[in-house]
């Protein structure tokens, strides 16, 4: 397929995967009462129960053409407020073998101390069943043929210094838009991933569902040949919620969302607050890592995390409150979770460090307690993104024997880091 037929469908890409997500975008709030009048229960943090390692956060690089050294360094870089410290990047293996761009992308994303997978939208037309790179099929007797093409991608992005972290088997194999796709059965699934997968060479994730349908996986999973070469469990989120896949976690295998996303196209905190709780969700939900959909302003896209000048959007801004600061190795820890009716919370360490992520989607400011169980801490120093601010530095706050009290600002996300 040659590269000046992907401009059009670059743009119907947009259109059809945007129309994917109906999360409907809440109704704008008013900020009524900016001086708390109300105190939430405490927040018990208890740093001895550890849940799930964090691998990251992360987005999307699948037809944005090559990254700016600016643009990466507002995405991936790490060194000041006004980067948002994205920690996974996702690339697009072209079927059409155009990978130059992508290679540089995981250059750039890796060189800022992120982590990169990759995943195919459709095989190579001649290993589908329609001789098409949309709405096919693979051929069954081109499986082992499909595990080396996926090798080859892998071992092109270890050429450029990149050893990938996972390759995933497709996007959205139970989706077939009017773009790029390949349709895949639960059991073609599970007979791939036990018969073909140790060709790829890579860390394997599954399937990507759109909706992340266990029933794409389960099957998989309750193999034992099949369950043996799975390393991660990959799922989307459109028309559904994050939820606690145990029968993955049994097993023993990592969980990514691996996209999703919310448009914001008049940049309002209140739609940033709701990928700020999903994202919550997710983690509370013991999986191991969020990736948006696109970071870039493409074609009129409406989901981005950076604009035209590299600057982070509100949605930006409300991924960044986590990306930032809760690093790949990071363990999550046992917080109260709701103190107050609105308010949502989650914490973090890696030993050395607490992360707490406090979002309030009240239009009051509430002031809220916290109590650390099992840590010595002296202070911690909040970081806030509201309709005012984006990811602000605000005071320094003291931790007098594991506790303390901050006041969270309507409509706002606030991470508390310790010094």
């Given at each position: 397929m040659k590269k000046t037929f992907y401009l059009p469908l670059v743009f119907a890409l947009f259109l059809?995967?945007?129309?994917?997500?109906?999360?409907?975008?809440?109704?704008?709030?008013?900020?009524?009462?900016?001086?708390?009048?109300?105190?939430?229960?405490?927040v018990t943090v208890d740093l001895s129960r550890t849940e799930q390692t964090i691998d990251g956060f992360g987005g999307s690089t699948a037809w944005s053409g090559a990254l700016t050294d600016g643009q990466a360094d507002a995405i991936f870089g790490n060194t000041n407020n006004s980067q948002m410290g994205l920690s996974i990047c996702r690339l697009r293996i072209d079927p059409g073998q155009n990978w130059t761009e992508e290679q540089a992308n995981a250059q750039k994303a890796n060189a800022r101390g992120a982590i990169v997978f990759a995943t195919p939208w459709s095989p190579p037309a001649s290993m589908t069943t329609n001789d098409s790179t949309m709405h096919g099929e693979l051929d069954t007797t081109k499986y082992f043929s499909f595990a080396l093409y996926l090798k080859s991608f892998g071992d092109y992005i270890k050429n450029a210094g990149v050893t990938l972290a996972a390759i995933s088997l497709e996007n959205e194999p139970d989706y077939k838009p009017d773009y790029e796709s390949c349709s895949w059965t639960n059991s073609e699934i599970e007979t791939f991933t036990k018969k073909n997968a140790p060709a790829i060479g890579y860390p394997f994730m599954i399937a990507e569902s759109f909706n992340f349908d266990v029933s794409m996986t389960d099957p998989s999973l309750d193999d034992s040949a099949a369950c043996a070469n799975i390393s991660y469990i990959g799922g989307h989120l459109y028309g559904t919620n994050p939820f606690i896949y145990t029968n993955?976690?049994?097993?023993?295998?990592k969980i990514w969302m691996t996209e999703h996303y919310y448009d914001n196209a008049n940049n309002e905190i209140t739609i940033a607050l709701e990928a700020a709780k999903e994202i919550n969700d997710c983690m509370c939900d013991n999986m191991n890592a969020y990736v948006w959909w696109w970071m870039l302003p493409l074609n009129g896209s409406q989901c981005n995390l950076i604009d035209s000048s590299n600057d982070l959007t509100k949605n930006g801004c409300a991924i960044g409150q986590f990306a930032k600061w809760i690093r790949p190795g990071y363990k999550r820890v046992e917080a109260t979770p709701n103190p107050y009716t609105d308010i949502y919370v989650s914490a973090y360490t890696n030993e050395n460090k607490i992360v707490i992520i406090l979002i309030n989607t009240n239009t009051i400011s509430i002031k809220q307690p916290i109590t650390i169980q099992n840590g010595n801490i002296s202070s911690v120093t909040p970081y806030e993104t509201s309709d005012s601010k984006n990811i602000a530095t605000l005071s320094n706050i003291a931790v007098s024997d594991g506790?303390?009290?901050?006041?969270?600002?309507?409509?706002?996300?606030?991470?508390?880091?310790?010094?």
């Open positions: 059809m995967s945007c129309s994917k997500n109906d999360e409907i975008s809440p109704v704008p709030k008013t900020v009524t009462d900016t001086i708390p009048t109300v105190t939430a229960s405490t993955a976690i049994n097993h023993g295998k506790s303390l009290i901050i006041n969270l600002d309507a409509l706002s996300i606030t991470t508390l880091v310790s010094n």
